[in-house]
């Protein structure tokens, strides 16, 4: 799959190859083209098809990184300097829609449903990102909101993608519907996950700086957790924090500090712990197989995980 | 088709459709709606897909410009502020991904050779605007390096709406590639005209800023021409007003003078009238009909146009 992405990256102009070089597409965790062909695997088998699809599915994914970094003006992303830091924010859009229109291209050489799952899914993560960004620095965000925020923008392409491997592998109507469930669930627990480590993570493990939604504005479960539930002054202490131009690390320590105090991380840990049953629970129906074993475990791992 | 475009935005949720709301889309010239649609004319007649299709292909021009607007820091566009402006970098690069995705999806609907052609001409697009960054501040670049980036970033959707227009109306393999290459040559006209207007345009009417070329480092081809035949004190002297960190509506002014006065100019609107000759030339072999008379002065309305 790595080698697929690569070709497809190297098929083009000097200029662009180069440029493509840096997104560093097939270098991260890899966790939503596994996750499709994971799903293919319960439900009858992997297919050449699955490893193209699964390539796409991540090409979508490194486009979103190029231009979230150029909306959250990230700097480090997988321990190395971002594209938008390294060769200004028109690279990482243009390379960004570049990768966009070459997704675009594959898939009108797949079977209709299976790109019509794909495109969905980019539309439905869009729709996210354009919903958190008019959300930004509303702290009064409900745990509901965030939570369609969040299925949204990152649930979708994982859905989509576990959908697929199911739809390709030749999976009936039922299972295509639990793998979408089983999907849907493990993006909204790495996600919460992935918002916990921007407060309780380190850098030199999760390759990225810490503290980096609050400085985008992003209000995330710890703080809406807090926020619903702490008193007067508590809350004025953590807004005099937050309401900082730009983050260090001592503040993100001090703001984890009272958050944790307040149980507000445990709760977050819980709410993943929570949808990570869900997903699994989703499987119910499914026949006993490897792929299954492996997708309940990556379930698990998702929410556990400290990079 | 504006009516379709509209409800392709509006079936979405509320912070997008504000968002959505700013772009414009279908606010334009629509040139490359309006040339699909004579294609399929010039080609047996329009259909319902002709439509739809031209609605496709005006959201990714939208799209494209939305993007474009925060690669060049444009301010303003067709008379008003851009929403990079209004909103900021992010919410231009989301709500054109946005748009991107939902073409995606409606050409998930579109018969395979359709969705292919609309496909290559984004993927030719996005490989333009990247080359043509990689040679920002080239004030070595060629006229044939020029012509080739045009024909990617501008004619490549210029000649894929055309084609889409023959196709759609059952045009055989003949007046496919005939109507691809019109649209090609028109689309390089209409980009030598549009450059030409950066320079000797006026705000009032074009509805963008002058000179916003030069700020970003792009070499036009009245540029190219003067840099290929002035002499050595000439062209010291037209770097000295290029090499400015903002362009003044003066020094554009100093600049068209000379590059005028060079013949320079002249030369690029000779080039682009050429363009058009071959475009029309193109259309030879075609039966004459109400369309193809349409096409023809299109053509020709594109190299002469002040807006």
Same mark, same amino acid.
């Not at 190395?80 to 898939?107: H, I, M, P």
């Not at 493990?186 to 918002?195: K, P, V």
């Given at each position: 799959?790595?080698?697929?992405?690569?070709?497809?990256?190297?098929?083009?102009?000097?200029?662009?190859?180069?440029?493509?070089?840096?997104?560093?597409?097939?270098?991260?965790?890899?966790?939503?083209?596994?996750?499709?062909?994971?799903?293919?695997?319960? @439900?009858?088998?992997?297919?050449?098809?699955?490893?193209?699809?699964?390539?796409?599915?991540?090409?979508?994914?490194?486009?979103?990184?190029?231009?979230?970094?150029?909306?959250?003006?990230?700097?480090?992303?997988?321990?190395?300097?971002?594209?938008?830091?390294?060769?200004?924010?028109?690279?990482?859009?243009?390379?960004?829609?570049?990768?966009?229109?070459?997704?675009?291209?594959?898939?009108?050489?797949?079977?209709?449903?299976?790109?019509?799952?794909?495109?969905?899914?980019?539309?439905?993560? @869009?729709?996210?990102?354009?919903?958190?960004?008019?959300?930004?620095?509303?702290?009064?965000?409900?745990?509901?909101?965030?939570?369609?925020?969040?299925?949204?923008?990152?649930?979708?392409?994982?859905?989509?993608?576990?959908? #697929?491997?199911?739809?390709?592998?030749?999976?009936?109507?039922?299972?295509?519907?639990?793998?979408?469930?089983?999907?849907?669930?493990?993006?909204?627990?790495?996600?919460?996950?992935? /918002? #916990?480590?921007?407060?309780?993570?380190?850098?030199?493990?999760?390759?990225?700086?810490?503290?980096?939604?609050?400085?985008?504005?992003?209000?995330?479960?710890?703080?809406?957790?807090?926020?619903?539930?702490?008193?007067?002054?508590?809350?004025? /202490?953590?807004?005099?924090?937050?309401?900082?131009?730009?983050?260090?690390?001592?503040?993100?320590?001090?703001?984890?500090?009272? #958050?944790?105090?307040?149980?507000?991380?445990?709760?977050?840990?819980?709410?993943?712990?929570?949808?990570?049953?869900?997903?699994?629970?989703?499987?119910?129906? #499914?026949?006993?197989?490897?792929?299954? /074993?492996?997708?309940?475990?990556?379930?698990?791992?998702?929410?556990?995980?400290?990079?």
């Amino acid at each position: 799959m790595r080698a697929l992405i690569e070709r497809e990256l190297s098929d083009c102009s000097k200029p662009v190859r180069d440029l493509a070089g840096h997104i560093g597409a097939g270098r991260g965790k890899m966790i939503r083209p596994g996750l499709l062909l994971l799903s293919g695997l319960a @439900c009858g088998g992997i297919t050449g098809k699955h490893i193209h699809t699964a390539a796409i599915i991540e090409m979508i994914h490194s486009a979103t990184l190029l231009h979230d970094d150029v909306v959250d003006e990230g700097d480090i992303r997988r321990g190395v300097a971002t594209l938008n830091k390294l060769r200004g924010n028109e690279s990482a859009v243009l390379l960004g829609d570049f990768l966009l229109s070459r997704v675009f291209r594959l898939c009108t050489g797949l079977e209709p449903p299976a790109a019509r799952t794909i495109a969905s899914a980019a539309v439905q993560t @869009c729709e996210g990102e354009l919903r958190q960004i008019a959300q930004r620095s509303n702290w009064r965000l409900s745990e509901s909101q965030y939570l369609e925020i969040i299925a949204e923008k990152t649930a979708a392409l994982f859905s989509g993608a576990c959908s #697929l491997g199911a739809m390709l592998a030749g999976g009936n109507g039922r299972q295509v519907k639990m793998l979408a469930d089983y999907g849907c669930k493990t993006g909204i627990a790495f996600q919460i996950t992935d /918002d #916990l480590l921007d407060l309780t993570g380190e850098q030199a493990r999760t390759g990225k700086p810490i503290g980096n939604d609050l400085v985008c504005g992003k209000l995330t479960l710890p703080l809406i957790h807090f926020f619903s539930s702490a008193g007067k002054k508590e809350k004025a /202490d953590v807004i005099r924090l937050i309401d900082h131009p730009r983050s260090s690390s001592k503040r993100v320590f001090s703001l984890s500090k009272i #958050l944790r105090e307040h149980g507000s991380i445990d709760y977050a840990q819980r709410r993943a712990a929570g949808f990570v049953k869900q997903a699994i629970r989703s499987l119910a129906g #499914l026949k006993d197989s490897d792929g299954k /074993d492996a997708l309940v475990e990556t379930a698990r791992i998702v929410a556990r995980r400290t990079v």
